[in-house]
């Protein structure tokens, strides 16, 4: 099949032939005729299979016959990121260039008064984030009446991030007739809910098995002491002769010190998160696609919908806390049929998160180590590591003992070397030897 073969007129397949695409992905093969018709969709899809191309395509065609009214645009699409709604709009700028529509990008952390001035003037296309949206609702700056077309994508993110809420809110000021696209990765049963309630006898199209992962990702995982991560990372990325890559932390306040780490390492490295000014995460963005920035390291915030073509690696250094979210972090890698390389740092404190990505992926990952060839176990596995805390007490004032120890008639006793000292279990307090800031006299 090709987009020649979808409906779609002369305009939009002039802009698709000019970015090189001739063959539509499966979820756009499937869902652009279904929308073109005018039904209603649900779209489940991984990230990375070109869905956004499936609405914005079918959208333009639907649009361009129309003209929007100051304050009420024609159609809605609801995005749970800053970047993600960025991305979407590209997409409009990409493929509608010869249909002359008019679009908005309602976000948080830009210009209010300028996405006003847009609204007044009349857009056919509002791509929103649902806080912006409804903050703007509420200050009677737009009107949304005259809605035809709603989409929500990533409605399983929304769900993640708390939007849910938001967005019953604003589809309950939307007019009843319209059409509703939504799309998402997985269909937990607050989505299945959401779906019955705002969507009319809709067509499901599924074009990979709910949170599988890509075949073109070869994963590993590599188990690593907690404070042994960082030179992991290292020896891995030197290992890879990696190219770019995208590398997520858990939390944000870690993601300072691995920037930090690898840019004394050498690497071009730069962090983004959701606490970023938006001019300065969209710079950061920018250079990551130029190739300025090699290594983007990241929050969840970024591992949805992010669009960057031809990342050869994703590096976990944290296990994420949910199983989807792998799913979705390690889809930045292996996109438009290119190979990709995902990389997992995990503690032991993280196995129970491991099995339970493995338990969604269905698929067990493939255990490697972090060294070039190197045999050493991971820290937590030596006896050393693990001996209560006691022991470890014990073993370090053994090798440098008390100052009452240190006195010249106590000098007679020897520590015993740390490497054949094999401490007694059942340790208590010092053992045989009372100190002195304790009252004891030496031996007891």
């Known amino acids: 099949m090709h987009f020649t073969d979808l409906g779609l007129s002369e305009n939009i397949l002039k802009a698709v032939a000019e970015c090189g695409y001739d063959t539509p992905t499966p979820i756009q093969a499937q869902a652009i005729p279904i929308i073109l018709m005018g039904r209603d969709i649900v779209g489940l899809a ?129 007019s009843p007739i319209r059409q509703t696209l939504l799309f998402s990765a997985t269909m937990p049963p607050e989505i299945k809910k959401l779906t019955q309630k705002f969507l009319s006898n809709p067509k499901e199209v599924s074009v990979a098995p709910t949170s599988s992962t890509s075949e073109r990702v070869t994963q590993f995982l590599v188990s690593v002491h907690p404070k042994d991560k960082l030179d992991a990372l290292d020896k891995l990325m030197r290992k890879e002769e990696v190219k770019n890559a995208f590398i997520f932390c858990n939390r944000k306040r870690d993601m300072g010190g691995v920037v930090q780490y690898l840019q004394r390492k050498g690497y071009a490295a730069k962090g983004i998160n959701g606490d970023m000014e938006q001019s300065a995460r969209t710079k950061t963005l920018a250079e990551f696609k130029e190739g300025k920035v090699t290594m983007l390291v990241c929050s969840d915030v970024a591992a949805r919908g992010l669009d960057v073509d031809d990342v050869s690696h994703v590096f976990n250094y944290d296990v994420p806390f949910n199983a989807e979210d792998y799913v979705h972090r390690i889809g930045r890698t292996g996109r438009a049929g290119k190979e990709g390389r995902a990389w997992m740092l995990a503690t032991k404190d993280e196995q129970k998160y491991v099995d339970a990505i493995e338990k969604l992926i269905k698929q067990k990952i493939t255990v490697e180590n972090a060294g070039r060839g190197s045999e050493r176990a991971p820290r937590e596995e030596r006896p050393r590591e693990e001996k209560p805390r006691s022991e470890r007490q014990d073993s370090k004032q053994e090798a440098r003992p008390p100052r009452e120890e240190r006195q010249p008639e106590r000098q007679q006793q020897k520590p015993v070397p740390r490497e054949n000292h094999q401490p007694e279990r059942n340790v208590q307090g010092f053992g045989d030897e009372m100190p002195g800031f304790f009252g004891g006299q030496g031996k007891r």
């Open 46 to 174: 991984q990230t990375g299979t070109g869905k956004t191309a499936g609405f914005t395509l079918p959208m333009i065609e639907i649009l361009q016959g129309g003209r929007a009214r100051a304050r009420m645009p024609r159609s809605l699409i609801l995005s749970p990121t800053r970047e993600l709604a960025a991305q979407i709009a590209e997409n409009f700028d990409t493929y509608g260039k010869y249909a002359k529509l008019t679009k908005a990008l309602l976000v948080g952390g830009t210009s209010m008064d300028e996405q006003i001035k847009k609204l007044d003037r009349g857009v056919d296309v509002l791509i929103a984030t649902p806080g912006r949206l409804l903050d703007l609702f509420e200050r009677g700056k737009i009107l949304l009446s005259d809605i035809k077309i709603l989409v929500i994508d990533e409605a399983d993110r929304m769900l993640d991030m708390g939007f849910i809420p938001d967005i019953e809110k604003i589809v309950s000021r939307l």
